[in-house]
């Protein structure tokens, strides 16, 4: 099933810089799009979750939706240390319920 | 601040036992959902429940899975004559009002079939 693809990485990256992840998917019937953080062996972490295309920002975490492209994108500006950690994306199409579909989650490394 | 809570934390059971594992939800949540994570892939839907009814399945959840709200705080996902492949980490869901637009993850159950 590769309805959401998701670069796995490993992403290193200094601290202070700008974090870029990106997914893309197949189903233009997701509607809702939701970033994750996970822990190793912890439970997914909602992040962000938007709605069809557009941005919203949270303090230092951008998610962007281009629904055109079928791409949505998690910007982390001024990256620390601890967000370490594996990011998911996932998106739902609400005529199917609420399942998920996941990505792969890409790992990030944020290098004090 | 109101979190999903699951346990056990770690089971360890033997080729076609039974497990049963428990889920608290948010208190005012609405939606319930089981997912599962083999080591190294997708988080993968097994089922969601709403109203006291599975709403929705995947392929995955046949008919060794079952779900259950026993209680008004509980949610369970009981595994029958569980097979190596069923080894992952099991989270459990939940979602509010608006639909599950916005789903809390529990910290997971770590089920090893041996």
């Known amino acids: 099933q590769k309805e959401v693809e998701q670069d796995p990485g490993p992403l290193s990256v200094p601290e202070g810089a700008i974090v870029s992840l990106n997914c893309t998917y197949s189903?233009?019937?997701?509607?809702?799009f939701m970033w994750y953080r996970q822990y190793s062996r912890k439970g997914p972490e909602l992040l962000m979750y938007t709605y069809s295309s557009g941005n919203k920002e949270d303090g230092r975490f951008t998610a962007q939706v281009d629904k055109s492209s079928k791409y949505i994108s998690l910007f982390i500006r001024d990256s620390q240390p601890s967000d370490s950690a594996t990011y998911l994306c996932a998106m739902s199409d609400y005529n199917t319920g609420n399942q998920f579909y996941f990505g792969t989650g890409t790992s990030l490394t944020v290098i004090p | 601040e109101p979190e999903v809570t699951q346990t056990p934390s770690h089971q360890v059971t033997q080729m076609g036992q039974e497990v049963i594992l428990r889920c608290v939800p948010i208190s005012n949540h609405l939606y319930f959902y089981w997912y599962r994570q083999i080591l190294g892939q997708k988080v993968e839907f097994l089922v969601s429940?709403?109203?006291?009814?599975?709403?929705?399945k995947s392929e995955i959840f046949d008919d060794q899975f079952s779900v259950e709200r026993p209680d008004g705080s509980n949610f369970t996902l009981k595994i029958r004559s569980t097979k190596l492949e069923d080894s992952a980490m099991y989270f459990c869901a939940s979602g509010g009002l608006a639909g599950g637009n916005e789903q809390y993850f529990g910290p997971g159950t770590r089920l090893t079939v041996t």
């Open positions: 189903n233009s019937a997701f509607q809702y």
């Open positions: 429940f709403y109203n006291n009814e599975i709403s929705e």
